[in-house]
């Protein structure tokens, strides 16, 4: 089978995880997969033998915010004739995040037959937070259209329901199918060496963005009484990491808050933890958590929309849970803590990427 997917580009956040995940893993099932990247960003290395080409967009025209989306999407049609014609049609294609969605929605190649929108996030915490009125109702409307009638791939239940009552979306299909997780690969690099090996320390892995609650995080920190490090890994802008080291300083903790940036193998530092902390206001999956698990370290997190409560409901965890305030947090994180929980693997099994991969091909007719 023949499998294109597109994406905006490798940002260094879950959902370009999953892509290239799904991307490596139909691979090795013996499919031809193409990638193609809207933009050159490539913070995560591109697996090897897998096949992918750039289509910037280098328009410095003064209307090219107008054109953009059909522009965009004609050169994409146009890269992709040239590589159908070449090695033949595409048998499915995926377009991942909404920003691609809205630019693949205006393809004139890719009919609904084949091609498969998927929604990695809470669409309306994450585009709909700071609205309300005649601009809320607009926004929705824009975003629903999108989606309107076409083939979508929920990552969760709570994606999935989020479009339908918040957007009164109406897919020609939805389907929801979990993220995928390469577990022996998981599992190897969570053994490499690690600087913060035999050390004591909490840690939290995502990108420093307003949903992911760095605030929440530091604050219920503090609260908690937990006197180990806490260790802060992932990418951000400048503003957003500076925010939050003026808080740290701000609430007495500097000397044990410790930011390592991105890392390609956050794993080893999941290995070595007494505890993974997830502080969001939102998530569409919570791949951290799985990946936490996969590697024994406990978990606690905010019971916040998404697949978080779904995880950890399978997983027997739900215990871990905490209210959306920095005061649950901080209480759920002593006690798990102090008394950490049995970690059961066997549930874990559902995510692994041959799994997966087998329910997306599914979606082939």
């Not at 991307?23 to 995560?44: F, I, K, N, W």
């Not at 998927?118 to 824009?142: D, E, F, N, Q, V």
């Not at 007494?274 to 969001?280: A, G, Q």
Request: overall charge positive.
């Amino acid at each position: 089978m023949r499998i294109l997917v597109v994406i905006d580009g490798l940002h260094g956040g879950g959902a370009e995880k999953v892509v290239l995940t799904l991307c490596e893993g139909m691979q090795a099932a013996g499919h031809d997969v193409r990638l193609v990247l809207l933009t050159a960003v490539c913070t995560y290395p591109i697996p090897q033998g897998i096949r992918y080409e750039v289509v910037a967009d280098n328009s410095h025209t003064p209307w090219r915010k107008l054109t953009e989306l059909s522009r965009r999407a004609a050169a994409l049609d146009q890269v992709i004739a040239n590589m159908e014609r070449n090695n033949g049609a595409f048998d499915l294609a995926f377009s991942h995040l909404h920003k691609t969605d809205r630019i693949v929605r205006r393809s004139q190649i890719l009919g609904s037959d084949r091609l498969w929108f998927c929604i990695h996030g809470i669409l309306s915490t994450s585009y709909l937070g700071h609205r309300a009125g005649l601009g809320c109702y607009l926004k929705k409307h824009k975003i629903a259209s999108v989606y309107q009638r076409k083939n979508v791939v929920a990552v969760s239940v709570a994606v999935s329901e989020d479009l339908h009552k918040q957007f009164r979306m109406r897919p020609h299909r939805l389907v929801v199918i979990n993220n995928p997780f390469d577990i022996v690969a998981i599992q190897e690099q969570a053994a490499e060496p690690c600087e913060l090996a035999f050390q004591d320390y909490l840690v939290h892995v995502g990108r420093f963005h307003r949903h992911k609650r760095h605030d929440r995080l530091l604050k219920a920190y503090v609260q908690s009484g937990i006197q180990v490090p806490l260790v802060l890994i992932g990418s951000g802008s400048t503003a957003n990491i500076d925010a939050v080291k003026r808080l740290a300083e701000a609430l007495g903790i500097s000397q044990r808050v410790r930011l390592l940036g991105f890392q390609s193998n956050p794993y080893k530092f999941m290995r070595h933890a007494s505890l993974l902390v997830l502080s969001s206001d939102s998530e569409g999956f919570g791949n951290v958590l799985v990946e936490a698990l996969l590697c024994n370290t406990p978990v606690v997190s905010t019971r916040c929309p998404g697949g978080v409560t779904e995880i950890l409901e399978k997983a027997g965890m739900e215990h871990v849970l905490s209210e959306l305030n920095e005061y649950s947090l901080a209480h759920k994180m002593a006690q798990i803590y102090a008394n950490p929980p049995e970690i059961n693997h066997q549930k874990l099994l559902r995510y692994g990427v041959e799994l997966v991969c087998r329910q997306y091909l599914s979606l082939h007719r």
